[in-house]
């Protein structure tokens, strides 16, 4: 089993940065990818970033590619993704999840059913 606690959501203005964090417990092995799913109101979920937690190889969403960074601290079991030049399109609630197999990514798509564990979530609302 693994829980996932996410933090770090909040209000910002367009332009401005977030960090989220996900807290891990359990074991690495049903961990092989880490990362982060969001979801808008009356849209369906989404990949954002992922990555292998033995590697550190990261996949971005092309939607956030260039303004996000997700960061593994495997010593703290705690994963973080960086948002900056926040859009009002990144208002969603984001979900830390993890997986205990790969592929993390499998081309450009993103699984959200790939993904067994999954956080409460966390609010972003960007206002312009």
């Known amino acids: 089993q693994v829980q996932l606690v996410e933090s770090g959501g909040g209000s910002v203005q367009a332009g401005g940065s977030l960090r989220l964090s996900c807290a891990a417990s359990?074991?690495?092995?049903?961990?092989?990818?880490m990362g982060w799913f969001r979801q808008a109101p009356g849209k369906e979920r989404e990949g954002v970033a992922a990555?292998?937690?033995?590697?550190?190889?990261?996949y971005y969403d092309k939607s956030v590619e260039g303004r996000a960074t997700l960061s593994l601290d495997n010593d703290k079991n705690t994963m973080y993704l960086q948002l900056d030049s926040l859009q009002s399109e990144d208002t969603a609630i984001y979900y830390c999840?993890?997986?205990?197999?790969?592929?993390?990514?499998?081309?450009?798509?993103?699984?959200?059913?790939?993904?067994?564990?999954w956080g409460q979530g966390t609010q972003v609302i960007v206002s312009s």
């Open positions: 359990g074991s690495l092995y049903n961990r092989v990818c």
């Open positions: 990555a292998y937690t033995s590697s550190g190889v990261t």
């Open positions: 999840v993890a997986s205990p197999f790969g592929p993390c990514r499998l081309g450009d798509s993103w699984d959200s059913r790939q993904y067994t564990y």
